[in-house]
Structures are given as C-alpha cells and as structure tokens.
C-alpha cells in the first residue's frame, strides 16, 4: 500500500524541500484551511464545468455531492477545472479538441498535489479526454458522468436530443415540417441537463467507461436529473478517498486489454456510436494497444444487439436506466466477456457479475441474448480499395437493402463544395447514387467534423427519398442513422483512394463482405495518383499547428502520436 503523500505530493522545486512544503501549506491557508484538514489525503476533483456545456450544467450540484462523499470517508477533496468540450459550442469540432482536454488532465492530475482524483465529465469528447489523461498520469482515479438528460415532449410525442433534431430537420427539409414548427421543436428537443437523450456518443462511451472499469457499477445510465445521481457522485467521492488511502487501483491495473475488448463487446451489443470506435482506440492507445479491425469484425459477428433504443430502435437513455442499463446488457452478453478484469471497486467484473440482481430486466428494452434484436453486431470495419487502412459502417443503423449496392459517385471535394451544391436543382443525382464526401477527415481543416450525415439532396427528400450511401473521411454524430459509411483511411486529405474518385465513378458496398471498393483499374487509379495534388495546408501557428502535425488517423484513435504508450499490445 502506497502512503498517500496529500498536500506533499509533487513539491514545486525551490531547492529547498521544507521551504516549498511550508510555502505551500501557508498558501492553502489562505484558502482557510486548518492545519488537520491539510494533513489528510487529497482527492482532486477533476471537473469540466463550463457556461459553454449545457450537458454540465448540473456539475455543481454534482461536485457538492462528490465532496460529501470524500470528507465522509477521511479524505480532503479540492476541486479543479479543466478545459470543457461542448460538444455544439466548438469550431471546427470538439474533437480537435479532445486532445488538448486530455492533455489538460493529464498534466493537471499529474502536477498538482493528490493522491486519487474524481473525473467528471460527460458531453461526448469530455469522456474519452479523461480516461486518456487519466490512464497516462495513472493515478487512482475514479470516473463520474452528466447522465443522460430526460425526454421532452411535443404534440403528443417523446422528444430527445438529438436522434429528433435530425428526424425534424429531415422532415424540414422535405418541406413536411413548416418554418413555425421548427422554431416549437427547437425548445423541446433538449429540456434537462445532462448528455443527449439517446444511444449517443455521450452514453456509448459512459457504459464504455463502466464497462471497462473506471466508474461504479450501475451509474452509466442514471439520469442526469435523478437523486440516484447524486448518490453516485457521493458514493464516487467515498471511493476515491479509500484509494487516495491504499493507493489503488491505478488505472492502468483496471484499463486492460480485456478490459477494452469487453467495452467493445458492450458497444456492438447496445449498437454504440460510430465514435466510440475512435475513443477506445485512443484509450486503447495509452496503454500501448493497438486496436485490430479485423479482430473487432470477428466480435460483431458473433455479439447480439440487445437494446432498442433510438437512433436505431424505439427507446431512449431513462427507458434504458429504468429497463435494468449496462448490468441488463452485461448479464446476457457474461458468456463472452473476460470476467477477470478488474474494477475501481477492487473487485472483478466476474465479483459483480455474481450479486443477485436488484431489479428485473425490462425486456421490452433490453432483449435477452436468445433473443436479441439482431444477432450480430451494431458497426463493422470495412476494407477494400476505396479504404486500405478501413472504414467503418453502422450497419444496425443502415437500411437492409442499401447494404449491398453498387452506385455511380457524386462527389464533393469539401464540406464547402457540399454546402454550395448539395440543393442544386440541377444537380446529376438519384436514389442510387453514391455520395462522397472529401477532405473531411482529421488532418483537413475542417477538423473530420461529424459531417459523414450528409443531407439527402433537397430534390430527392421531397420526392420521399430517406437514405442513400453516402461515404466519407468524416465522422457522425452518435444520434444520426442510415448507410453511412465513415473514417475512411487513408483520408483524402493524406492522398488516399479517397481523394481519387470523380463524379460518375463506379462504388460498391458489400456489408456481408465487410468492403468498400473503387472500381476502378489499378491503371486509372496509378494514372489519377500521379496527377493529383496533395494539399493539407498547416495551420501558421498553435494547437491547430500541433494538431495537424501530429494527430493520428481515425484508425488509430486520431490521439497525438506522442501521446500513446510503448506499442505491444494487439486488441
Ligand atoms: Fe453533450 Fe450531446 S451535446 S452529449
């Protein structure tokens, strides 16, 4: 066991070590402390409260509890900001971003005086930062999220960020909702805090984080709103304060190879956010493992989809918490987990796995395994010529009959090219074209924002066309839905197939296949490389700078490639 060191932890260097512990200790006085309370050990409390992230808005109702919790259990708690990531409030997006948070944490956690820290986080990017910070500075750390918000209702309907946002846009767009029914909607699609109502990114990756380890048992899915919530914030500070005092478990002891494979089990069984895949192969990254898609294709084809919840199914996040949440999914899919890992808890997943359940699984929303709304996975790798390094599709979310198609391209070389002509009447596109978006990928300047939803040309919603393929080096919101194809890589940006296809160009998806293909001669596409320009500007100066030199590809988890750990480890 590990003496916890408190305020000693980390003295700023004077040369002189009595000095700087006694200038310390008289500068938190300042702040009013006693000289008992600057004794115990310190619980950091991370936070990512902003007036920039509705999803937070009820940190310090949260932060209250969490204190209550250390202070109750012998610890002294002292709360810290880092930078936040709202996930609309960014430009280009958050996930440029997410690095920087990461970073923010890492450092903080690392070059401030404590011997555990709570992480609270929640809006998409805010939980993958600090599961990547906190798994490289490898403190005891323990991991609190928003929860997700409630439903809001209009003319009789549940509403819930942001699955409807897109449903009503769509239908806007179509000219099925008119100009005073939208402005309605936009005050009713987002009416609590906490995280988007749905299977989003947001929620994906809380139950990756409990999954994996990082989070009491059972918290994922509380909503934002409810008194459990703030229970489990007390409960988290009284965790953290026994590992500030026994000095574990660290993350990297909980943060396994296993432990990754089983969160990504649990995102092809609730059918997960397309980003999820990125985040995880970041954190995979901080512990040196490197994730294989081809590995992540075999546990897709062998993981039920067990959830019915929006933007796929009927349900959303409460429905999901109240049905019986992650322990509903982990109880059916228990077979194919590895049951060894260890959680913050201290005990084995395979421990929690073994308590009597408190409640029974609501089966409406949560299938059992024998029964599973499809019996193989939510997202699937593609490779093929098109995508060498891969791409990935959300075939849960795809329609049936576009999962095998051969079309003619439409391509947009950028996001502005699409926003000029997509509305076109005089655009060349049908149903069974394929869209293609360019240089939307993570070293273009629009940062890979979650533009791979490209809209269905205006002509073609108002003639009741839903879906089309559309494929890009973009990423999508975890709330949108249809055959969207994403991360393709090598981006267009770095000269990959991508950035070769031209209107009228041959494409054919295969999901049964799992590939993605250009069909186009090995001459023509030889002939088109030689003639093309590769043109990714970099940025003059600042994070943008560093970010584009050094981010990864979306295979990779678009980390820093300074970032990772020693390499090693296949996933
Ligand atoms: Fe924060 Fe959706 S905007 S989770």
Wanted: hydrophobic fraction near 45%; charged fraction near 20%.
């Amino acid at each position: 066991m590990t003496k916890p060191k408190g305020l000693e932890n980390g003295l700023t260097n004077y040369g002189d070590r009595d000095f700087a512990r006694y200038l310390r200790r008289s500068f938190a006085k300042s702040m009013g402390y006693t000289g008992a309370a600057l004794d115990k050990p310190i619980v950091g409390i991370c936070t990512s409260e902003s007036g920039f992230n509705n999803c937070h808005r009820h940190f310090p109702e949260m932060i209250e509890a969490v204190k209550r919790g250390v202070l109750a259990a012998g610890a002294l708690p002292v709360t810290f900001p880092v930078i936040s990531l709202g996930e609309v409030f960014l430009s280009p997006t958050s996930l440029v971003y997410r690095n920087l948070m990461a970073m923010a944490v890492e450092e903080m956690i690392r070059a401030q005086p404590m011997d555990a820290v709570v992480l609270m986080g929640g809006c998409d990017k805010t939980v993958p930062a600090m599961l990547m910070g906190a798994i490289s500075a490898d403190k005891p750390a323990a991991m609190v999220v928003a929860g997700p918000m409630m439903t809001g209702r209009h003319r009789g309907e549940r509403l819930g960020a942001c699955t409807d946002c897109r449903r009503f846009w769509g239908n806007f767009r179509a000219s099925k909702v008119s100009a005073d029914e939208i402005d309605q909607v936009e005050g009713r699609l987002a009416v609590t805090a906490g995280t988007c109502a749905v299977m989003g990114t947001a929620s994906t990756m809380a139950l990756m984080a409990e999954t994996i380890g990082m989070m009491l048992p059972g918290s994922a899915a509380i909503p934002a709103v409810h008194a459990d919530r703030l229970r489990n914030c007390e409960e988290t500070g009284a965790l953290a304060a026994h590992m500030a005092l026994t000095g574990g478990p660290r993350p990297t002891e909980v943060v396994t190879p296993a432990a990754i494979r089983n969160a990504q089990r649990v995102l092809l069984a609730v059918s997960g956010s397309t980003n999820a895949v990125i985040h995880m192969a970041a954190v995979a990254g901080r512990i040196g493992m490197k994730l294989d898609l081809d590995a992540f294709n075999r546990l897709s084809d062998e993981t039920p989809v067990l959830v019915d919840l929006k933007p796929v199914g009927a349900g959303y996040m409460e429905d999901f918490h109240y049905a019986g949440g992650l322990e509903g999914v982990l109880r059916e899919i228990a077979p194919q987990l590895e049951t060894g890992t260890c959680l913050i808890t201290g005990q084995t997943l395979a421990d929690r796995l073994s308590q009597p359940l408190a409640d029974p699984i609501d089966r409406a929303v949560i299938r059992e395994a024998t029964s599973p709304i499809s019996p193989v996975g939510g997202l699937i790798a593609l490779r093929g010529s098109l995508a060498p390094d891969g791409a990935i599709l959300k075939r849960a979310a795809a329609t049936e009959a576009l999962l095998e198609h051969e079309g003619r391209a439409v391509v947009f070389t950028s996001l502005e090219d699409l926003a000029n002509r997509i509305d076109d009447p005089d655009l060349d596109v049908t149903a069974d074209d394929i869209l293609v978006l360019q240089n939307a990928g993570p070293k273009s300047p629009s940062g890979m924002p979650e533009a791979g939803y490209l809209p269905i040309p205006k002509k073609l919603a108002q003639a009741g066309v839903k879906d089309m393929v559309r494929i890009s080096d973009a990423r999508m919101s975890g709330t949108a839905f249809g055959t969207i194809v994403l991360h393709v890589s090598p981006e267009a940006a770095l000269g990959g197939p991508l950035s070769l296809v031209r209107d009228g160009d041959r494409i054919r998806l295969s999901a049964s296949e799992k590939r993605i293909d250009l069909l186009l001669d090995a001459a023509t596409l030889a002939q088109r490389a030689d003639e093309a320009t590769v043109s990714s500007p970099v940025p003059a100066r600042g994070y943008t700078r560093l970010y584009h030199q050094h981010v990864t590809s979306a295979t990779d988890g678009c980390d820093f490639d300074f970032l990772g750990s020693a390499p090693g480890i296949s996933g």
